[in-house]
């Protein structure tokens, strides 16, 4: 049975391989949820941002993730 990590966001668990649950991710706004779904070079950088909003407080609904 795969271990479940916490939603970065809210703390609940969250499947393998995302970085939030299912209800945080749907809060996110769609450009920023297609920007975190991008696998490049630039994968791990957008990644990093969304982390750093996360522990800055930004709101769910406000993120914004570059391109």
């Given at each position: ?59 769910l609904g406000e ?5």
């Open positions: 049975m795969p271990t479940t990590k916490p939603c970065l966001s809210c703390r609940r668990p969250r499947r393998p391989g995302q970085y939030l649950c299912r209800a945080c991710w749907f809060k996110i706004p769609g450009p920023a949820r297609s920007a975190l779904n991008q696998r490049d070079s630039r994968a791990m950088a957008r990644l990093r941002e969304l982390h750093s909003q996360l522990s800055a407080g930004v709101p993120i914004a993730i570059a391109a």
